[in-house]
């Protein structure tokens, strides 16, 4: 599973992957395991056409379980079943943008 996370203030990004154990999206369809850290906010956007952001490698989907209660259409009993998942930080809260609406 592709777990990216543009979230990069979290103490569990690394290089835009999830490094958590679990994952846990709320009905409001945000990252409750989502844990503020030191750090500042990376613009990945600002150098984006002269170098691309470096990448932490991806992360088996066994070993990462993805707990969501929002109305959505990957959700399959409090289960996310994407192949994949984005977390943006387009605004404070880390909002899960893999997110398609039942």
């Keep these: 599973m592709d777990i990216r996370c543009r979230k990069t203030k979290c103490i569990y990004n690394d290089r835009y992957t999830c490094?958590?154990?679990?994952?846990?999206?709320n009905k409001k369809v945000l990252c409750s395991t989502f844990e503020e850290g030191n750090e500042p906010e990376v613009d990945s956007?600002?150098?984006?056409?002269?170098k691309p952001p470096e990448y932490a490698p991806?992360?088996?989907?066994?070993?990462?379980?993805?707990?969501?209660?929002?109305?959505?259409?990957?959700n399959?009993?409090?289960?996310?079943?994407?192949?994949?998942?984005?977390?943006?930080?387009?605004?404070?809260?880390?909002?899960?943008?893999?997110?398609?609406?039942?």
């Design 45 to 50: 956007t600002k150098h984006l056409f002269e």
């Design 19 to 25: 490094k958590a154990r679990g994952i846990q999206v």
């Design 76 to 102: 399959k009993d409090g289960v996310c079943v994407s192949n994949g998942i984005t977390v943006n930080s387009i605004t404070e809260k880390p909002f899960c943008v893999s997110y398609l609406e039942k």
């Design 58 to 74: 991806q992360r088996d989907s066994k070993t990462l379980k993805i707990l969501c209660d929002a109305h959505c259409l990957f």
